[in-house]
Structures are given as C-alpha cells and as structure tokens.
C-alpha cells in the first residue's frame, strides 16, 4: 500500500513538472521574443533587461536587429556591421567594428543588442567601465585598494559623498583586512548580490 502511495505522489509530481516546464516557455514567450538556436547560454546574469523598455520599443528594436542581421543567423558579426556602415554611405573601418563588437563580451545576439542599448539609454556603465575607473587608483594592479584612501576620494574628490553616503556604501562593500575589493564591487553594483 506505502509502495502505491509513493507510485502515485511520484506520477504527480510528473505532471506537476511536466506542466511547470510546458507554462514556463509559454511566459517567457510572452515576454521576450524566442531565442535563436546559434544563440549561446549566457556565462554572466544580464538581469531582466526586457523591463527597461516598453513591449512597443522590444518590438521596434527587433525590428531593427533583424534589419542589421544581414545572415539571418540570429547574431551581429562584423559582416553585418559592416553592411550598415556601407547602407549609409560609409567605409567601415574594421578597427571601429572590432571595437563596437568588444563592448558585448558574448556574440552579440537580440538579448545582448538590448541590454547595450539599454545600458547606453539608462546611463549605466558596463562593468569594464567602472572596472578601469578604479583601476586608474590602483597603482599596484591587485584589484584593491585601501579602505581609507578610498573614504577619502570620496568625500573629497567630485561628487563628494556625506557621511550618511559612505555608511551606506560600506554596509555592502566588500571590504577585508582594511582593503576595498573593487573586482567584487563592481560585480556587485552591475550583478546584485550573487548566491554563494
């Protein structure tokens, strides 16, 4: 009787999943236009950057990435670029395609297209960014700096922090053995906090 019991808990369970996993695609669906097989898995978290436009503007974008993506391969190469260049009447230079292509760290797919775009229209800097304006204060590379020459920079250097400001930063900043980890904080500034 137990072994039936579990039989039946087991077949329900399946059902359960079968139906999660079949609501699952149809949501995300709805949210966001289907990925193309030559996509690639994301190796970092680009957050929901489908909640920073409105269904109108993800469709208008699309729109535009799909008139960009000259193969029809679901990616934006430096072959494609270089056609837009050439459709307004421009040389493409290939180091300028190299570098736009360098500002997305993966193939530069629909979901990467928006989150650049996104970031550009929100005034957010990618993480390389705020990465290199640290590491401008960083003399010995070792992606840290001391906690107090940092507190300084920031209350006496331009937009100065008040006190209120910097406890609120070091209630998350990660900091060790009196050295501010600036690798972890940017990470945490452009990822949230990541579970361990």
């Known amino acids: 009787m137990a072994k039936d019991k ?4 087991k077949k329900e369970k399946k059902k359960d999943d079968a139906a999660a996993e079949e609501a699952a695609p149809a949501a995300a669906a709805e949210e966001a236009p289907a990925p193309t097989p030559s996509a690639p898995a994301h190796k970092k978290p680009v957050g929901n950057v489908f909640a920073l436009f409105k269904q109108n ?6 729109e535009a990435f799909t008139m960009m993506d000259n193969d029809r391969d679901g990616i934006l190469g430096s072959d494609d670029l270089s056609n837009i260049f050439q459709q307004i009447g421009r040389e493409a230079d290939p180091k300028v395609v190299k570098e736009m ?7 530069l797919n629909f979901t990467h297209f928006l989150t650049l775009f996104g970031e550009k229209l929100h005034g957010q800097d990618s993480e ?11 003399e010995e590379k070792t992606g840290q700096l001391h906690e ?32 501010f980890d600036y690798v972890k904080f940017v ?7 990541e579970e361990e």
């Open 6 to 9: 579990e039989k039946k808990e």
């Open 57 to 62: 503007q993800i469709q208008e974008f699309k």
């Open 101 to 107: 292509l360098a500002e997305c760290a993966e193939k």
């Open 128 to 138: 390389t960014c705020l990465a290199d304006a640290f590491k401008l204060f960083d």
């Open 148 to 179: 107090e020459y940092v507190k300084d920079l920031l209350t006496n250097v331009g937009d100065q922090f008040n006190k209120d400001e910097i406890k609120q930063v070091w209630k998350e900043a990660p900091i060790e053995g009196g050295k």
């Open 187 to 193: 990470r945490l500034i452009k990822r949230g906090k």
